[in-house]
Nanobody, 120 residues
Framework: QVQLVESGGGLVQAGGSLRLSCAAS????????MGWFRQAPGKEREFVAS????????SYADSVKGRFTISIKGAENTVFLQMNSLKPEDTATYSC?????????????WGQGTQVTVSS
């Protein structure tokens, strides 16, 4: 089993920045992928960004490209999401996920989520 714990959410004004962290613990991990998703009230969960364990193959949703940056400390099994130029529409619960495979197939593990609120 893998446990994921997010931190770093909060309230910020539009145009501000936040940095989210997600630490994975539990079973030993070698090759894996980590990702960030978000869900706003009344909306479906949507993909935000993902990255491989060695720090490559970053992928972003079009809505966050150029504003958000995903990074990883593989040795610590910790993924980060730097969010800049935040907009009110970025308000959501942000969750991290982990796929414990060499080739990404499904997000098997999820964190509990952290709230991000952007005021206008």
């Amino acid at each position: 089993q893998v446990q994921l714990v997010e931190s770093g959410g909060g309230l910020v004004q539009a145009g501000g920045s936040l940095r989210l962290s997600c630490a994975a613990s539990g079973r030993s991990l070698s090759a894996y992928h980590m990702g960030w998703f978000r869900q706003a009230p009344g909306k479906e969960r949507e993909f935000v960004a993902s990255i491989t364990w060695f720090g490559g193959r970053e992928s972003y949703a079009d809505s966050v490209k150029g504003r958000f940056t995903i990074s990883i400390k593989g040795a610590e099994n910790t993924v980060f999401l730097q969010m800049n130029s935040l907009k009110p529409e970025d308000t959501a619960t942000y969750s991290c996920a982990l796929d414990p495979r060499l080739i990404r197939r499904s997000w098997d593990y999820w964190g509990q989520g952290t709230q991000v609120t952007v005021s206008s």
